[in-house]
């Protein structure tokens, strides 16, 4: 192992021990106090101070799992309450203490009085006029049906002056009944809102399922951070608000112990007989402001109960989002531990990675091979081990696919375009061995190259260059390689048959003043004598591969053909020998012809 390896190996061991000690300390089991509230009530309205509701509302519509569900339903019935008591205390405040109208509502309050009086009258006279119609007939009856007609029109004017009036009372600020209304429709509506959250949060609750890989569960981790943050900010606004009810309780119940005491000095003074006679009138308004004081303790007295109940609520909710939080935290550390748990499997992948390839490397380096084929095989073993790493590493940072068929589907089309060559060259193995392929040891041209097949694999299809055919056909020491693809998208030559024929042609140039034809004949004789036996068994291999009867006027004999030329006559001989053998045969028919020349001088052959 090299040094680099060895120092990359050894941090990857700490690292991983650091995440081995993280796993251990995340690690610990959950236990958490549930508790159930048996309050359950309505959401508040807009003039009413909604944020515990609000917050509740929040916290419940995010991802909520099955331990977090008692505690977000808990959160939920609290606030409920909470609001319950807050609007039965704004309508109380309303009723023994209406807000005193602006000049201008009291102007409209007085048109609607008249508007709603106006209004009865059209109702009497036209329920009136509808009974005398059904029981009036002739012309009495139409008389009635259009006086119907004409209080039908006045009735629904009237109402529309209603309708207006309302509407701008509530602009103009309203008075008590018209607020108190509006407080009980906004709380109607609003706890139809809470309802079908209650609903939809037993219905989602832990139903989303955990999706494997760091990825998802960085995620997860930072939505839990998110919602942790958000309860911390809700259990402050808790204890925030107990603390202002607090206050306000003390300031009233100490108002209220205050006046107590004045109201019982007063009652115990004694009265003078002279004061009792003459200020008769004076005691009647004072029982009157007794009465009032009375009925304002009262009022007092429920406002600091529902103050109490406030202030119980909000501790209550406070305690309920502290334990939520603990849940949430303990969900978060799960991940984190799960996180943890991906950290070490990745790290671990690494180190088996680093292992295996000096193992590959120690393996290798055994073999008896090529020093080339040897550093072949070290880039292929690392190239392997480093992609099955890779692939490992990234099946555990984004997880297993969900859909296993369009993942295979998907992988399938992936891998089919990009081993495109190499599935093409393999089924061209099958057509190269098929009955008109090649075989080892045939003479063919591929794209252009020549030479002798010396290895067909199941992909790959290696030459022996041998040159062009009008070479002396000697090897050049090359091995060509080419994809069996072209077996498919391409074409070859195979100039093969069983005993690897093929035309050769010898030139020879005669000086002129020369009779050419007898020596044109002798050549011709001295070549049909070498040619004979080679020629028939080439004519007979030929008509076996072809199976045409266009072979059957086709001829091996040679082929003479006679050209004048600058300085002479040019001979040019075709004829058919095997492919190994056309160099000797050709330097022995140039032998014969030099002989036949009788040592005259002759121009050296042309190629």
Known sequence: MKAMQKIFAMTIVVLLGATVYGLIRTDQPLHVARTRSDVSGTT??????????????????????????PFAQQALEIS?????????????????????????AKQIQARLKQAEDALARDDALVQRLTAEEAKATGTRKDELHE?????????????????????????????????????????????????????????????????????????KWSALHKKQLLLWQAKQQAESAAAGFS????????????????????????????????NASAEQRKSADLVKAAKQRGSLKKTLAGLDKRIEDQKRLADNYSRWIAVVAASQRAVLHRILIGLAIILSIVLFGIYFATLMDKVVSRLNMDRRQLQSLHTVAHVTVRLAAFLLILLVIIGPPGQLGTFLGLAGAGLTVALKDFIV??????????????RLGDWVEINGVTGEVVEIGPFHTVLL??????????PTGRRVTFTNSFAIEGHYFNFSTSGQWLWDELQLVLPAGQDPYPIVQEIR??????????AKQAEQEWR???????????????AISVKPVVGGVEVAVRYVTRANERYQLRAQLYQDAVELLGGKKVPAPAE
Not at 254 to 276: D, F, K, V, W
Not at 465 to 474: C, L, P
């Open 44 to 69: 508040g309205a807009p003039a009413v101070d909604q944020t515990p509701m609000l917050t509740a509302e929040g916290l419940a519509k995010m991802p909520t799992s099955t331990e977090e569900l």
């Open 425 to 438: 060259g393999f089924i061209g193995w099958f057509v190269l061995m098929g009955k008109n392929g090649i």
């Open 544 to 558: 076996r591969a072809t199976r045409s009867r266009e072979m059957s006027s086709f001829s091996v004999d040679p």
């Open 525 to 534: 004789k001295r070549v049909s004598e070498a040619t004979k036996e080679g």
């Open 80 to 104: 409920d309450h909470d609001m319950d008591v807050a609007y039965a205390a704004a309508k109380r405040e309303l009723e023994d203490h209406p807000a005193p109208l602006s000049p201008e």
């Open 247 to 278: 206050a306000r309780h003390n300031a009233l119940e100490a108002r209220s112990q205050a006046e107590a005491g004045n109201l019982a000095g007063s009652c115990s003074a004694p009265a003078r007989p002279s004061q009792t006679t003459a």
């Open 147 to 219: 006086q119907l007609v004409v209080a039908q029109a006045n009735q629904q004017e009237h109402q529309d002056e209603v309708d207006d009036a309302k509407e701008d009372l509530a602009r103009a600020g309203g008075d008590s009944s018209s607020r108190i209304e509006a407080l009980t429709q906004e709380h109607e509506a609003s706890s139809k809102v809470v309802d079908s959250l209650k609903d939809s949060l037993k219905a989602t609750a832990g139903a989303a399922v955990e999706q494997p890989g760091l990825i998802h569960r960085f995620s």
């Open 465 to 474: 260059e041998t040159g062009n055919w009008t070479d002396s056909g000697h």
